[in-house]
């Protein structure tokens, strides 16, 4: 088969390679911490790069930006490549963007709150139903008088107009609390303080820039910072879901491609599932389920296959399985599931296997070119061309200065959006003793703001055509997946 179609992760009776035509029928990579879960993901990263399929992942410890700079031909590399039978392994480095939320380490990321949408911030929020539901209103409102809700200050401006007006605005939308408004204020301040607000506001992410492949035709590996990001662990499960939801709905359908559009590698994947109600376990094996179709691979990094829900774990073909530990009755149970879920061969005893493999190996099963598991085996896992471990900062600062990028998204825009259209009436309505709510609505047609209001209609409409579900699937069938309902 063509090199190009197929990416070497390892040999154990046979060698054994992923088709890039099998990549879109997702993945898992599991094994306990130090097994070498990290290499595994690098060097499928690397392949998948090679075969000019661009890769999202996420840096939770800092190692994988190594992915950047050419490895070393350290010895141990070498004689694994050569018992691997690899006569091309050669150090090299890969094309790579480095993104931030926060804006330190990569080019910063951000989306609008109207985008995120009520759903998934109440989740993000850990917000009551009562909460909800005044958050619910507050978007209601703000698409109905055309406020554009751009970052977390039009959105704590829109509260607090919700809170001075809740008897005139009960009428028509229910009742608004103020507990509950200032419930939801504290929460967006927590948020605030935990760096979050720097991921809000414009310019919004395009995700084209996701997807691109260099010069030489190889993928673009796009590495989110994330050692920084883990210490709010909500935060980072909400921002890679609603990564995944933006793909879903602005992509369009594809069917199955001789490689995927992109990889999207999802670490630590069991903070996605920690104390998940079963509607949103439901809901996120819709997406991974349907994602397949726009040409999307969806692959979890976690430390047991028991941390994924079996109805998510039965949709990922491609395995592999590094060591586990069996020193209790529990771990011993955790070894037993992980074997289950494994074809099985019976020249190996897998469950004894998995308690035996030693740093760099695992037990692999992938999906051959009709679309079946193969036989499990255990195999020694390719050496990474790419560096091993982290890069220095001033590496980091030469590959932000070459990235095609520089300079699209540094700068943050402030224009008139929600908090300041409401300051304005407000100081209107003082002007005139008139409620703030009563201001006269000839304040909404300055040419600027229908500038905002025609740029986000034209936006909604543009996202509808990419799909059939639009915008309405991001806060309503996919915002389910934050309703914890």
């Not at 910063?108 to 949408?117: K, L, Q």
């Not at 933006?246 to 491609?257: K, T």
């Not at 590094?322 to 992980?338: E, I, M, S, Y």
């Not at 209001?453 to 915002?479: D, F, H, P, Y």
């Amino acid at each position: 088969m063509d090199t190009e179609q197929q990416i070497h992760l390892g040999t154990g009776e046979t060698a054994l390679y992923l088709l890039t035509a099998m990549a879109n029928r997702h993945g898992l990579i599991a094994g306990a911490t130090g097994t070498g879960k990290t290499v595994t993901l690098q060097v499928l990263a690397e392949g998948f790069s090679r075969c000019g399929v661009p890769v999202f992942l996420a840096d939770v410890k800092g190692d994988l930006s190594g992915l950047s700079q050419a490895g070393e031909a350290k010895p141990k590399l070498l004689e694994r490549a050569q018992t691997l039978g690899m006569t091309d392994y050669a150090p090299r480095a890969h094309p790579t963007l480095f993104w931030d939320l926060f804006g330190t380490q990569g080019h910063p990321i951000r989306t609008t709150v109207s985008d995120m949408g009520p759903l998934l911030l109440a989740r993000l929020l850990d917000l009551n139903d009562t909460q909800e539901g005044i958050l619910n209103i507050a978007f209601k409102l703000a698409d109905d008088e055309g406020l554009l809700l751009l970052d977390l200050k039009d959105l704590r401006t829109l509260l607090t107009h919700l809170a001075d007006n809740a008897t005139e605005i009960k009428s028509r939308y229910g009742n608004i609390s103020g507990a509950s408004v200032g419930a939801i204020q504290r929460a967006l301040l927590t948020l605030e303080q935990q760096g979050a607000a720097q991921f809000f506001g414009e310019p919004a992410l395009a995700l084209d820039d996701f997807m691109h492949t260099d010069f030489s035709g190889q993928g673009v590996i796009s590495i989110l910072a994330a050692d920084t990001l883990m210490q709010t662990p909500k935060l980072y499960a909400t921002f890679l879901l609603w990564l995944l939801a933006e793909l879903f709905e602005e992509l369009p359908e594809a069917g199955d491609l001789p490689k995927p559009k992109l990889v999207f590698f999802f670490d630590e994947a069991h903070l996605l599932f920690n104390d998940a109600p079963k509607a949103l376990v439901e809901q996120i094996e819709q997406v991974v389920r349907l994602i397949r179709s726009k040409g999307v691979g969806v692959y979890f990094i976690s430390q047991n296959p028991s941390d994924i829900p079996d109805s998510i774990l039965g949709q990922l073909g491609n395995r592999v399985q590094h060591a586990l530990r069996a020193f209790t009755p529990r771990d011993q149970k955790a070894v037993r599931a992980a074997a289950q879920t494994l074809r099985a061969n019976s020249g190996i005893d897998t469950e004894t296997a998995i308690t035996e493999l030693g740093v760099g190996e695992a037990l692999v099963s992938l999906l051959d070119a009709k679309g079946t598991p193969g036989i499990v085996q255990r195999a020694l896992i390719c050496p990474p061309c790419s560096r091993m471990g982290p890069i220095t900062a001033a590496e980091r600062q030469q590959v932000l200065e070459r990235s095609p990028l520089r300079g699209k998204y540094e700068q943050t825009i402030d224009r008139e959006s929600a908090h300041e259209r409401l300051q304005a009436r407000a100081q209107q309505a003082i002007a005139t003793n008139a409620p703030a709510d009563e201001a006269p609505a000839r304040e909404k047609s300055t040419g600027r703001q229908r500038q905002g209001v025609g740029e986000a209609l034209a936006k909604s409409v543009v996202r509808s055509m990419g799909s059939s579900l639009g915008r309405q699937i991001v806060r309503g069938v996919l915002g389910a997946l934050f309703k914890g309902r």
